[in-house]
């Protein structure tokens, strides 16, 4: 199993939908947990990071971990053509860990 | 403000023939790190620099080195370049190599192999 999971996608939405973007991980011991956001030949750059359990919310994002299921969640809310993007979770254990990346089309 | 700047951009390069990617930082940051990406792949670790003392992971094949020959600047040496190294390579800092720390992506440079 690799350490961390992630659907490569493609997803389409319509602009103003609530996207969710998933990633499972194997290991209990992670404890920081990052999403990176990576436009089309750009480097990417980081958009959220959460510690334990629970959620945090910056505008209209929103990072959720669950750490009994290993399981982490970014959402978007009202979400915009800007938003188009490859979205990256990545583990840390010193070195992070990078999933494949989501790659997600808000169309107008 | 470009902070994290990786030439060039495009390297196209012949089977065999040594190649060198470059980067550079305005960060002053401690760690500098090389990141191979293939098309929808997660980016994979190469190696890191904290100041002077390398990291290798230990996968990275030998056919890749490194040079850091000072705070600002970082080199990616891939000796004898096969097909299979036509990739995204992802140069990135950061302060400090603790694994909450932020890391800063320049743009890479998109190597391809003929």
């Known amino acids: 199993q690799k350490e961390v999971e992630q659907d490569p996608g493609p997803l389409s939405v319509p602009e103003g939908a609530i996207v969710s973007l998933n990633c499972t991980y194997s290991n209990s011991a992670f404890q920081y947990f990052m999403w990176y956001r990576q436009y089309s030949r750009k480097g990417p750059e980081l958009l959220m990071y959460t510690y334990s359990s629970g959620n945090k919310e910056d505008g209209r994002f929103t990072a959720q971990v669950d750490k009994s299921s290993k399981y982490i969640s970014l959402f978007i809310r009202d979400s915009q053509p800007s938003d188009s993007a490859t979205y990256l979770c990545?583990?840390?254990?010193?070195?992070?860990?990078f999933g494949k990346g989501t790659k997600l089309s808000v169309k107008p | 403000d470009a902070m994290v700047i990786q030439n060039p951009r495009y390297q196209v390069t012949q089977f065999g023939k040594p190649v060198t990617l470059s980067c550079s930082q305005t960060l002053n940051h401690n760690v500098m790190y090389w990141y191979q990406q293939k098309s929808s792949q997660a980016p994979k670790l190469l190696f890191h620099y904290y100041d002077k003392d390398f990291n290798n992971e230990a996968d990275t094949p030998d056919n890749f080195q490194s040079r850091r020959p000072n705070t600002s600047f970082c080199f990616l040496d891939i000796r004898s370049p096969g097909l299979g190294d036509a990739a995204m390579y992802l140069c990135?800092?950061?302060?400090?190599?603790?694994?909450?720390?932020?890391?800063?992506f320049g743009s890479g440079t998109q190597l391809s192999v003929l």
């Open positions: 990135a800092t950061s302060r400090d190599s603790r694994g909450i720390e932020k890391l800063f």
């Open positions: 990545a583990i840390s254990q010193g070195n992070l860990i």
